[in-house]
T-cell receptor, first 115, second 112 residues
């Protein structure tokens, strides 16, 4: 079975450019999470969706970040305009259970470098 | 914001040694998970603990959930080079929706 699929795996862009990261969760999972990982701040939750509805976006750094989940099999995280401090590895994860003990399944991440 | 502090941040030990990693918070969690992450990959779940005081064993790894469900520990017996990686604890908040917050991480290196 396919796991969580993220694209692109690597992106290098210049400051000011728009960046779109994509995620396909595991089929049948009803929760989707976007995390950002850096050496300084570790793994930070940006936003999570349940049944395609954003539940908590309090971790989204600022208005330059937006996330959508138009259907159960696709989500995007957009940064516009990008800045060097956005450089990080962005992970998407999905889960089946609504509450409690559901295991998170992570994609391989998208490594973003903003010059 | 729920914070999960892990200690130590870094650990470099010889093969065969034992070690313990701690995960502490002032918040109560409905469950706590431990993940291991290797370079270039996403975290992979090792175990989930749900009940206060619960102890789970996974081969040479022993996980314990604190009685008050605010803290946890991971003990590795006779560490092997294959145990090298970043260990992350993660707490799920009580309530109707699963919001999982990750700890600060412990980077383990086991030297052959």
């Amino acid at each position: 079975d396919a796991g969580v699929i993220q694209s692109p795996r690597h992106e290098v862009t210049e400051m000011g450019q728009e960046v779109t990261l994509r995620c396909k969760p595991i089929s049948g999972h009803n929760s989707l999470f976007w995390y950002r990982q850096t050496m300084m701040r570790g793994l930070e939750l940006l936003i999570y969706f349940n049944n395609n509805v954003p539940i908590d976006d309090s971790g989204m750094p600022e208005d330059r970040f937006s996330a959508k989940m138009p259907n159960a099999s696709f989500s995007t995280l957009k940064i516009q305009p990008s800045e060097p401090r956005d450089s990080a590895v962005y992970f998407c994860a999905s889960s089946f259970e609504v509450a409690g003990t559901g295991e998170l399944f992570f994609g391989e991440g998208s490594r973003l470098t903003v010059l | 914001t729920q914070l999960l502090e892990q200690s130590p941040q870094f650990l470099s030990i010889q093969e065969g040694e034992n070690l313990t990693v701690y995960c502490n918070s002032s918040s109560v969690f409905s469950s706590l998970q431990w993940y291991r992450q290797e370079p270039g990959e996403g975290p992979v779940l090792l175990v989930t603990v749900v009940t206060g005081g619960e102890v789970k064993k996974l081969k040479r790894l022993t996980f314990q959930f604190g009685d008050a469900r605010k803290d946890s520990s991971l003990h590795i017996t006779a560490a092997q080079p294959g145990d090298t990686g970043l260990y992350l604890c993660a707490g799920a908040n009580p309530g109707g929706y699963q919001k999982v917050t990750f700890g600060t991480g412990t980077k383990l290196q086991v030297i052959p």
